[in-house]
């Protein structure tokens, strides 16, 4: 392993701890030997049905491409890129699709899936973020955070969409470029002439976001918290989850989980339970993510 993410870890897990310490370790004990876990098993069930949701967005593109991979293969493919994802900062692991799928799509076809599919992650949870930005914060402070997220998301849509950009990316790339081709052509048919696609995508990914905003919801009901507005759920969880993307710590460990805190603080909600309902959720996601290498052993 690699020390820049020995750091991360330890980074993340420290920060993970302070939360522990702010909020009370006593306290948190306490609220964790509350957990009703008759819930368990929705939570469970909710949160599989998340993942198979983003297998089968990947499906949507590659079924675009006239490309046919199974529901089962492309799950495979899925639930690995995923678990890689966790641990390695930023959800750069999820580009392991790339490499996984490579028997049946070209480097630069899995590239442009791969990136189309994040682009439009990232645009969906921004459109959430931004509504929770103005819930929670002054509407001018909320404006400059949104106007920073719009210039990220365009710069890189501007990157990969115009010929400018991709003569850019071209030239960053250098002597790779060969390894990619394919991928500016397989982009751009996909954005514009398969938009059928690209456009259910987006709407699935809504959904899947509604998906994981139960589950949060959940995760609180286990510890007795209620009082929580649905729309207050999806756009913290939306906020957090792009937060967890930028690469400071191992899959945003630490940093998500503060966020949280913070934004969950504004709405009533006791540092002790937050902290209780995302142990769940990370517990949930690691050793989904550890069941995965076990029996994906290849």
Known sequence: MKLLSIIK?????AILLLLLYKAGVKEVAATITTMNILLLPAIIILFVAGLYIGAYNLKLLTDALKIRIGMKEMWN???TSWAFGMVVPGKIGEFSFVY?????????????????DKLITVITLCALAFIGLLMFFPFGQALKLMALATIAVATGLLLLLTPAGRRIVRKLLGKYTEMFAGFS????YLAFEEKKAAALNLIITFLKWG??????YLAFASFGITAISPLAIITISAT????SLIPITMS????K?????YLYGLVGVPAAATISAHIVLLLLNYLGAAAVFFFVKK
Request: proline share 0%; net charge positive; aromatic share 4%.
């Open 9 to 13: 870890i330890i980074l993340g897990t």
């Open 77 to 79: 493919y899925y639930l």
């Open 185 to 188: 052509k397989t982009l751009t």
């Open 211 to 216: 998906l994981t905003a139960i589950v949060t």
């Open 252 to 255: 945003g460990l630490g940093i």
């Open 257 to 261: 989980e503060g966020a949280a805190v």
């Open 240 to 243: 957090t989850m792009l937060i």
């Open 100 to 116: 996984l799928a490579k028997k049946r799509l070209t480097t630069g076809q899995a590239t442009a899936v791969a990136i189309l």
